[in-house]
């Protein structure tokens, strides 16, 4: 018993790890985090990861928005993007185990649990659904670290299976939701997002693992079941008796090396690194999705591909701390014929039947064209200001640009963010604001402006 309780004091207290993992997050006060050894060597132990992302939001809404039954153009509201916590255990020098649950998207009028609606306890948007992210094994084929002799090894090799994040096809598409430069991603570089995968992660097995500068990710998956109906002329998610997928992302690292122990790719090291990336990766399902051509159903291979260049690069004085911040990244999807997503974060709006005139064609509330059969060229960069008086507190400007070309729609769009990182302790506790652009279509070849969503976000993890 003893035992046990200096163990859950040592979890509770111990914030004093290795130097590596401090910096990675830009604070030096938080070390390895809420951990605690299962033995008295450090090579077992546990990790507990919790955090939560408020939203405060003031957003334009399409064309032809109703919100709980009433006309809106605009909406203010405040909600829960995310909330969260992850627990790893390293049980052996081999093998470890994740679980990583959590809610998302709960606004005051939606994301409750599953037929939560109208007034009272159980109201629209209440007590949403706790649900797992992850949950995965896995085996350390070859380690970081010999076993036996405790040396590196140059190469390694670890092999996984569950309900997984280690997928392609870019840098993003392996985000962590913890450390983005902007607000957040931006969507669409989960190309599946609740469709064909559950938030992001599918049922699978993966090898990961690094030869010297180079680290690689490969899977095979099988797809949760889609089934809208098809439609003429262009292609729907709809996969039958999924077949199974299979994908990776291969990156080169020219300067300091990221971790690989989880999958989650970092967004800004706040000065702490010195990283130089280029990447690329793919995704494919055959048979994933079907359209109709003059009434007879035809099946569509799922092909998708992208490029990535990712820079984190300190720079100047090194007391001032000033650092430079980029990502670029071009996808190439096809998922058949004039396939096309709209997708809104949060998006509170419903079609409102009293609107007369055009109304927007991806639908009310904030959405837009988000995923669809073409290319997606996307663009972010910050810049780290030098540090003040106070150390821990930093500033960090960025933007971001997007510019689509999908097939369903006869003009091209851009959008962009711009916004400010306000560190208080690194990315374990920050406040974000971002204003954002998104375009308009009235119909396929005609866009009728864009609109605006101003978000303030309150981050803290432990």
Not at 27 to 47: H, V
Not at 422 to 434: E, L, N
Request: glycine share 12%; net charge positive; proline share 5%.
């Amino acid at each position: 018993m003893k035992r046990l309780l200096l163990s859950l004091v040592t979890a509770l207290t111990l914030f004093g790890g290795s130097p590596d993992t401090a910096r990675a997050q830009g604070s030096s006060e938080y070390g390895s985090g809420l951990k605690f050894n299962l033995n008295q060597e450090g090579t077992k132990y546990m990790r507990l990861i919790m955090w939560n992302q408020i939203w405060f939001r003031s957003m334009q809404m399409n064309p032809g928005t109703a919100i709980n039954g009433q006309s809106a153009s605009s909406v203010t509201d405040i909600g829960a993007r995310r909330l969260r916590m992850l627990a790893y255990a390293q049980i052996t020098p081999r093998y470890l185990i994740l679980m990583h649950f959590g809610i998302n998207n709960q606004t005051f009028l939606n994301g409750g649990a599953a037929g939560t609606s109208g007034t009272g306890g159980y109201g629209a948007g209440k007590k949403p659904g706790l649900f797992f992210h992850d949950v995965w094994n896995e085996y350390a084929v070859v380690p970081t670290k010999s076993p036996v002799t405790g040396k590196a090894n140059k190469s390694t090799l670890y092999l996984g299976a569950g309900l997984h994040y280690w997928h392609g096809i870019s840098r993003m598409t392996s985000a962590s939701t913890l450390n983005f430069l902007a607000v957040d991603a931006p969507i669409f570089n989960w190309p599946l997002i609740e469709n064909s995968d559950q938030f992001a992660r599918l049922f699978g097995v993966y090898a990961k693992g690094k030869l010297g500068k180079f680290e690689y990710r490969m899977n095979w998956n099988k797809p949760f079941a889609t089934n809208l109906a098809p439609t003429e002329g262009a292609a729907v998610d709809n996969n039958g008796v999924s077949r199974m997928s299979y994908g990776g992302y291969f990156e080169y690292q020219f300067l300091d090396q990221e971790a690989n122990i989880l999958p989650f790719k970092v967004g800004t090291y706040v000065g702490t690194k010195r990283v130089f990336n280029i990447g690329a990766g793919f995704y494919h399902q055959p048979e994933g999705t079907q359209s109709l051509s003059n009434g007879v159903t035809q099946k569509h291979d799922i092909s998708l591909f992208a490029v990535d260049m990712f820079a984190d690069l300190p720079f100047g004085d090194k007391k001032k701390n000033m650092a430079f911040t980029a990502y670029s990244t071009f996808y190439s999807n096809n998922f058949g014929p004039n396939y096309l997503r709209n997708l809104g974060i949060m998006n509170p709006g419903t079609v409102d039947p009293k609107f007369t005139d055009a109304k927007a064609l991806a639908g009310p509330g904030n959405l837009q064209p988000m995923i669809g059969t073409g290319t997606i060229w996307y663009t972010q960069a910050g810049l780290l200001l030098p540090k003040g008086d106070n150390a821990k507190a930093r500033v960090q400007p960025f933007a971001a640009y997007t510019y689509k070309n999908f097939e369903a729609l006869g003009k091209a769009n851009s959008s962009f963010d711009v916004g400010c990182n306000f560190y208080i302790d690194g990315h374990h506790a920050k406040i974000t604001p971002q204003y954002s652009t998104r375009p308009v279509y009235t119909d396929k070849n005609t866009i009728s402006g864009s609109k605006g969503s101003f978000i303030v976000q309150a981050q803290v993890y432990l």
